[in-house]
Each structure stands twice: as C-alpha cells, then as structure tokens.
C-alpha cells in the first residue's frame, strides 16, 4: 500500500510552498492534533459566516480514519477545499488541507440569499462580498490535479482524478445508500398499484415544447393531472414543498427540450431560473400549478417564435453570439469565425435571411439592451453608454433617438 518516506515537517513545508507558489493557493498543514504547523496563505481574512477558523477545521477534517486519497470537501457557503490525509504506513501524521477556493464568480445575489438562510444582517454583505473577491477563482479539475500532485509527492503513487472526484464524505453517510429505500418503495408502489406515469405521454408533453406545438401542449397541460397522475412524492412531510420540487423538475427538462428546439441556451435557462425562483417565493398550490402551465406555455411559445422566423444554422449561430456577447461589441470576424463562414459570404447570407445588415442589427440589439437598462437599472445615461461600447454619450443619444425616436431620457421618464 502506501511506503515509508520518513516526511518530517520541513518536506512538508518545502511541499506547502511550492503549491502557493504556483498556485497562489492557500495551504495548510494541521498535525495529528489538529494543530496547524505549516501555513501560506493567498489572503488573510476569514469567511464572516465561519464563527472561527478552528470550527471551519474541524467541520473539514472529520473524514474518516480509512480515508488516503484525497478528499474533494465543499462548505456550505460554496468554498472548495482538497484534503489530503498524511500518513506513514498506517500511523497519521496529519492533513494537508488546500483552499478556499471558488470554481467560478459568485453573484451578489447568491451572497445574499445564503445570509438570509443564515439570518445574518445584511450589514454584513459588503464584508462577506469582500471575502469572496479576495478567493482564487480556478477551473475544477485543475484544482483536483492539484490534490492528486500532493498525493504523488507523498506517497509516490499516481492516482486517476476520477478517484477523487467519487470519494468524499459523502460516502460515509448512510442515508445516501438508496438501494435498501429504493427496494422499500418500489414495493409500496406496486402494492397500491400506483406507478408512475406512462413515460411515453411524458416524451410527447416534451416534444410539444420541442417543437413549439402550443396547441398540443395547452390540451396536455388542461388535462395534466389525469396524464401524468402517479406522480412520485419529492417531499415527505409537506405537499406544496413536493409539488414545488415536481414543477422544479419539469421546468429543468422542459428547458432542456425547448433548448433542443432551437431556443437561445441563455434565453431558456434565463427564463427558467426565473420561475423557479417565483416557486420557490409562492404559499399556495394553485400558485405553483399556475406558474407550472405558465412556464411550459411560455417555453412552447419562445421556441415558436424562434423557428417561424426559419433561420439557417449559421445565422442563429450569429444570432446567439451577438445576444451572448451584445456588451462586447462582436465583430463580423468573431461571427464569422463562430459560423465556419467566410466574413464575406456571412455578410451576404446574413442579409438575405435577416433583411439587415449584422452591423445595423448589432446597433439595433445594442438600442434594445439600452432601453432594457434605462427601463430596469439605476444606470445613468452615460453609464449604458459606455456599458454598450458607444463612442461617447452624445453618439448613443444620436442613434438611440434614430431607432426609437426619443431621447435616451425621454425613454427613461416614461416609466
């Protein structure tokens, strides 16, 4: 299994620097005692949310004593760690401990949900939204092949990623073991002759999304509680948390077929966020039905919509970079690039198929997102403008007043 190096604390140490040095990681070293002996740390402050850095340890290094591989751990405030238990033979020498890390920017609307979950004041928020600017943003797996680097320094063994990925303390909880709940329920089940619903009037419900058959779909969802009847329990102590979690579901594959149907990614998971955060805010089961056959009927219609205009698949490839990326300014080099398309011949094809040229309806997008942002943010005038990449105020106002025929004011003061 796992050979004698005889580490000593400075191997240790020496290994812990060159980490951050590379990294720019923080990275700990705690002993058999839980004491922290090695520390680099790429910030100083901790997480306003942990009462203190030794409650945060100890919620971290409680894996279990058979536990060698490294061990991928998350916080419930969306930290990232890797830890990687130090052993000789089978006698602990202690935890190498790597992190916090985050595996992508957390929005502020993110940070403020988790300090209601915890009721924290929100006097709070620009500390904690501090804490979380000043934690390294790194790709996953590259932070996982960081642990599995560590390992093979300690004990000279390569391990496959995948390892690390798979292991965790999750395992160790016996409540995740389904198969014993799994046979248990399935019995019930089919006791009381209740089972699911048949799968094949589910793939049709999902096709008339795909397709944008609103028709269809309006007949399935006035009859949905008799098609889809049998349909399982997601909560087992509350009805309208269940039928929250039975809508949450159907809306994330319902958006996944309206995806396949051609609908823009980021305008389908857009929308879909948004009713589900509407669910999540609702007291009554009616509400949650409501928005149920809101959603779907307003998925059908986009992906309607989206195929009557009968776009080739270079231009809606255009179409979704240019929604993508509207305050980037994309140049017919980038579309072009993104369509596989000589910029030449682009430019014809763009303008047979969408009777504009892509600069005029780049211009036009960009008068859109503007009147978005003076209708809906506090952004001042000049502020859009420069969001935008307009040359300067006066040349938004100029093409602003062309395409709406108001000033950017004018259009602000009407709401």
Do not use: W
Not at 81 to 89: A, C, L, T
Not at 231 to 248: F, M, P, Q
């Amino acid at each position: 299994m796992v050979r004698n190096i005889s580490l000593n604390k400075e191997k240790i140490e020496y290994l812990c620097k060159l980490i951050f040095n590379i990294k720019n990681i923080s990275i700990l070293y705690i002993n058999e005692k839980n004491k922290i002996e090695v520390e680099f740390s790429s910030h100083y402050i901790t997480n306003p949310l942990h009462s203190d850095k030794k409650s945060l340890l100890n919620q971290l290094l409680t894996y279990s004593e058979n536990v060698s591989l490294p061990v991928l751990q998350h916080t419930n405030y969306l930290e990232n760690y890797i830890i990687v238990p130090v052993s000789d033979k089978n006698y602990k020498l202690g935890t190498i401990l790597i992190g916090p890390v985050l595996f992508g920017e957390l929005r502020e609307e993110i940070v403020i949900g988790m300090m209601k979950d915890d009721r924290l004041s929100t006097g709070k928020k620009d500390e904690l939204l501090y804490y979380y600017e000043c934690i390294p943003i790194v790709d996953k797996m590259k932070f996982i092949h960081v642990g599995a680097l560590i390992y093979y320094f300690i004990y000279g063994r390569e391990i496959d990623v995948t390892e690390i990925i798979k292991r965790g303390l999750a395992e160790d909880q016996p409540s995740l073991h389904m198969e014993p709940q799994l046979d248990s329920a399935l019995a019930k089940r089919r006791q009381s002759i209740l089972v699911h619903h048949d799968l094949m009037v589910e793939k049709m419900f999902f096709q008339c999304i795909k397709e944008g058959n609103k028709e269809a779909l309006a007949d399935m969802l006035e009859n949905y509680e008799y098609i889809f009847k049998g349909e399982g329990v997601l909560a087992k102590n509350s009805h309208l948390r269940s039928l929250k979690n039975t809508v949450i579901c159907l809306i994330a594959a319902a958006t996944r077929s309206a995806i396949d149907g051609g609908l823009n990614p980021e305008v389908a998971l857009t929308l879909s966020d948004l009713y589900i955060q509407q669910i999540e805010e609702v007291k009554e089961s009616k509400e949650v039905i409501a928005i149920r056959n809101k959603s779907m009927y307003d998925l059908a219609e986009k992906v309607y919509m989206s195929r009557k205009k009968g776009y080739s698949k270079p231009i809606n490839l255009c179409l979704s970079y240019i929604f993508n990326h509207i305050y980037d300014n994309p140049t017919l080099n980038q579309l072009a690039e993104k369509s596989e398309l000589h910029p030449n011949y682009l430019s014809k094809v763009f303008k047979k198929e969408v009777g504009k040229s892509i600069s005029q309806y780049i211009q036009e997008q960009r008068i859109e997102e503007a009147k978005k942002l003076l209708q809906f943010s506090t952004h001042t005038i000049s502020e859009i403008s420069a969001l935008l990449n307009f040359h300067d105020q006066s040349y938004f106002t100029s093409i602003f007043k062309k395409i709406v025929n108001m000033t950017p004011k004018q259009y602000r003061n009407q709401y």
